[in-house]
């Protein structure tokens, strides 16, 4: 069964600082990957996908996550921190063999800005 | 576009109480999925649907929980009877499949916020 795990449930950054947050998944073959923001009292957005395509992906506000296999990891990254961005970030999963479209989510990580 | 419909926003009733849930998915979107969230537990995915088919139901959590999707514009979540522990906010969202593997982003509502007294 596929899975991710996000390293931290909680990320404080001061604005303007690099934001990473982490994501570690388990799959027997690449799966695809998604990063998930939710902002307060709001529904879940897309921020960006890995489809097997180029392993750095950018996707909206900035934001960028790499694909590693080596690690099986997907972290999410953003060079500088903007108060905005203060929110909740998701990692999911999907089976890149499955005819399904069921997308497995992580924890969540809340992260924090300060000013 | 006005994207995921959900209601009611909020929905405050007592315990034993039936509770429907709607959402209008995205126009032309074919598959349909409800998720429930809650700090315990994280998001949940309930139960999906692909051209008003239930696919998968393994996430819901008992009989008191039913889900429909009559046409392709929308669907319901029943709790009946409800208690306090279905308390959480509940989610919609639709995609539309077309690779017909997973890479289909999925476009979430606002969210429904059940409180069961």
């Known amino acids: 069964a596929q899975s991710v795990t996000q390293l931290g449930s909680h990320v404080s950054v001061s604005e303007g600082a690099l934001v990473l947050l982490r994501c570690n998944y388990s799959?027997?073959?690449?799966?695809?990957l998604f990063w998930y923001v939710q902002y307060p009292n709001q529904g879940l957005q897309l921020l960006l996908k890995?489809?097997?395509?180029?392993?750095l992906v950018k996707g909206i506000n900035g934001f960028e996550a790499e694909f590693k296999k080596s690690e099986t990891s997907f972290h999410l990254t953003k060079p500088s921190a903007h108060m905005s961005d203060a929110a909740e970030y998701f990692c999911?999963?999907?089976?890149?063999?499955?005819?399904?479209?069921?997308?497995?989510f992580g924890s969540g990580t809340r992260l924090s800005i300060r000013p | 576009d006005a994207g995921v419909i959900q209601s009611p926003r909020h929905e405050v009733t007592e315990m034993g109480q039936e509770v429907t849930l709607r959402c209008k998915p995205i126009?032309?979107?074919?598959?349909l999925f409800w998720y429930r969230q809650t700090m315990m537990r994280g998001l949940e995915l309930l139960i999906y649907?692909?051209?008003?088919?239930?696919?998968?139901d393994s996430g819901m959590p008992e009989d008191r929980f039913s889900a429909k999707m009559p046409n392709a514009s929308f669907s319901t979540l029943k709790i009946q009877p409800s208690e306090p522990r279905d308390s959480a906010v509940y989610f919609c969202?639709?995609?539309?499949?077309?690779?017909?593997?997973?890479?289909?982003?999925?476009?979430f509502g606002p969210g429904t916020r059940l409180t069961v007294l």
């Open positions: 969202a639709s995609s539309l499949r077309t690779s017909g593997r997973g890479t289909d982003t999925q476009y």
């Open positions: 799959s027997s073959v690449p799966p695809y």
């Open positions: 890995y489809t097997s395509a180029a392993t």
């Open positions: 999911a999963v999907s089976d890149r063999r499955s005819s399904a479209s069921k997308i497995i």
């Open positions: 126009s032309g979107h074919n598959s």
């Open positions: 649907f692909n051209n008003n088919v239930p696919i998968d």
